[in-house]
């Protein structure tokens, strides 16, 4: 069984600050993690992904997520907030099981950003 | 443009209607799948494809749900006699074997009145 859990259903944060958005994980087995993004009336979209290699992983637009397995955390931040960044966040576990893709999303966070 | 693309992208149908959508994956990609999203919540998971073979269906995919891959390219997701509680964005991803990440399509919302 797995599943995934977003902390904070809303952050807002100040543009120019840092952002946090905080996953915690279950897993039975070692997962691949992911944080997409979804902007207003457009499709998911990848911002990276944990397979098992660096344990800090940096992906598009200057986000970055660190794999704490001691924690089973997959936090995702950025040490400054655009206004670009406002949009929902959704952390999701992934786990190989026969072949078959085992996908869960989290519920998601939504990002305010200030200006 | 190569990503996903999905057909229509709003809908809107009244309560007993049927309704069908369609997918259409990245090319390369043999396996395809299918989410559901409410307000306020994460995709979940309703069922999944690798070539034409429909391999794994989530108990939310009631019998008045059905999806078929005819000939492992494009996708249809239909839904019988549509209730209110069906409204909800349907999303639709592909990814190739052997590599972990879905690329999403823009979704088809549908509200059922």
């Known amino acids: 069984a797995q599943s995934v859990t977003q902390l904070d259903s809303h952050v807002s944060v100040s543009e120019g600050t840092p952002v946090l958005l905080r996953c915690n994980y279950s897993?039975?087995?070692?997962?691949?993690l992911f944080w997409y993004v979804q902007h207003p009336n457009k499709g998911l979209q990848l911002l990276l992904k944990?397979?098992?290699?660096?344990?800090l992983v940096k992906g598009i637009n200057g986000f970055e997520a660190e794999f704490k397995k001691s924690e089973t955390s997959f936090h995702l931040t950025k040490p400054s907030a655009h206004m670009s960044d406002a949009a929902e966040y959704f952390c999701?576990?992934?786990?190989?099981?026969?072949?078959?893709?085992?996908?869960?999303f989290g519920t998601g966070t939504k990002l305010q950003v200030i200006p | 443009d190569t990503g996903v693309s999905q057909d229509p992208r709003h809908k809107i149908t009244k309560r007993g209607q049927n309704v069908t959508f369609r997918c259409d994956p990245i090319?390369?990609?043999?396996?395809l799948y299918w989410y559901r999203q409410t307000l306020g919540q994460g995709p979940e998971f309703l069922t999944y494809?690798?070539?034409?073979?429909?391999?794994?269906k989530s108990r939310l995919l009631s019998d008045r749900f059905s999806a078929e891959r005819p000939k492992g390219s494009f996708s249809t997701l239909e839904i019988q006699r549509t209730e209110q509680g069906d409204s909800a964005m349907y999303l639709c991803?592909?990814?190739?074997?052997?590599?972990?990440?879905?690329?999403f399509g823009p979704g088809t919302r549908l509200l059922v009145l």
């Open positions: 991803a592909s990814s190739a074997t052997g590599w972990e990440t879905q690329y």
């Open positions: 897993s039975s087995y070692s997962p691949s």
């Open positions: 944990y397979t098992s290699a660096a344990t």
């Open positions: 999701v576990v992934s786990l190989n099981s026969g072949g078959y893709q085992k996908v869960t």
């Open positions: 090319s390369e990609h043999n396996r």
């Open positions: 494809f690798q070539n034409e073979a429909q391999l794994e």
